[in-house]
């Protein structure tokens, strides 16, 4: 029964956004004789060679799949699991992984388990629903015992990657829950009342982001008003709610460059001075692999304020642009969503802590940042994406890409104050440069202690894989 639910969540998560679109050599055996559509409704394996080609190869296998995702969208227990994904994109990276682990001819391209399972919270009930209508699927063309058991050897070690451990679970209070319940008994549309359901099942096991997803789509169907007194079973802990309304941008409009920030060209000097200053950023004193800035201060001197700029940091292909944003306090940013699916961007560094809701399809909010400090933006939905707003009151700053060279190409010859960060970093790197006229040279070094893979999730809870090594 194990490895049965090891497999079922296996197939229940591989819908992520594929690292790579598979070439025609990895789907080779498509043509092949073994692969033509079957005839009846059995998987009719053959007697030897692979469990790939005794499962009856691809056309068998998608049969399969596709039975088991209709299965779990009629579900009720887990359906709602499936709101936020691409259905056929799913289905074609299940056919690969099942296909791959079995012997077949075919590459896996999409995201390995603990990026796939990150902040999920799947668990064990879930487990259970995946397992039962998986098991109708294989059941259904009358996959073999032997077969079963091959599949599920070879998949069940998994699991571990993909279980929730019931310590990262935080129930709501059952104070919190009688509120949320009360305003359900209120509600009056069918699918709201079906969904606010399933958020408090999700709120009474633990599924912080889950449930804050389904609540999110309630609230769309039936106003926030109609069950503001809800609400803090589902956001209780969670950073500030931004709920203004919502503003519509074209999918037409250009995309973003991956980093966006500098002094010389957000605000050219009129003047010219005659110091500059080129070099690059090293981590740990090896050349930077990711993105940084650089910001300096005039010591003793006074030091010419920025103007506040309109900025954007999208959400496209399920990644955010600018990875790295430099702006000057007072500045607005506004946070367009052009993907087909929900994104619910939001921050809880200590400079600025906000939660900009779930939308989608151009939709967009914006924000001004007053506080100068960095600020980690995450998708609640999607852990692995993330991106950084730097909110400085230098008087000249620059965004640095990985080991290029930065310039500074206009400064008044004196000493300067330095703060270099990188994303590698979980600070800044402070020291003092002495700028001469005509062409200076540095190579400012910062920590790279920063830990990898996921954030935290906006109510503060690790994203990372339950198995994940320790740094």
Known sequence: MKKLAAL????????????????????????TAEDKPAATSSTAPTKGG???????????????????????????????????????KLKALLVEFVAMATGGPVKYTGLDMETSHAGMEVVEEEFTALVEDLVGALDKFKVPAKEKNEILGALGPLAPQIITPKERLKPASEALIAKATAAAAKLKDDNAIDIMQAAIVAAKRGQRNYADQLFSRVEAIVGAKAVASAAPAF??????????PLKKLPKSTPAQPKLVGSSDEDEPDAK???????????VDGKPLDGLGTVQLWP?????????????TVEQRDKQFSP??????????VSFPNFDGVFHNVFSISP????????????????????KPGIVRLGCNIHAKMASYIV???????VVVDGGKEFNFRSLKPGKYRVRAWSERSTAPAESEITIKAGVNEATFDVKGDAESGPGEDKFGMTRQAAMAPKR
């Open 391 to 397: 909110v400085v009151d230098a008087p000249h700053y």
């Open 235 to 244: 956001r209780d802990g969670a950073p500030p709610r931004i709920d203004t």
């Open 323 to 332: 990875h790295v944003l430099a702006v000057p306090p007072g500045s607005t």
């Open 272 to 282: 010219a001075s005659p110091g500059s200053l080129k070099g690059t950023v090293t």
């Open 8 to 31: 079922a969540c296996i197939l229940a998560a591989c819908g992520g956004s594929p690292k790579k679109t598979a070439t025609p050599a990895d789907q080779s055996d498509t043509d």
């Open 351 to 370: 400079t600025k802590k906000f939660d900009v809701g779930l939308y989608k399809d151009g939709d967009t909010r914006e924000l001004k940042f007053e």
């Open 299 to 311: 010591v003793g001197g006074s030091a010419k304020k920025r103007k506040p700029k309109l900025r």
């Open 50 to 88: 692979s469990l790939y080609e005794r499962l009856g190869g691809r056309p068998a296998i998608t049969a399969v799949v596709d039975e088991f995702i209709g299965r779990v969208a009629a579900d009720a227990r887990i359906k709602h699991r499936f709101f936020n994904t691409d259905i056929p």
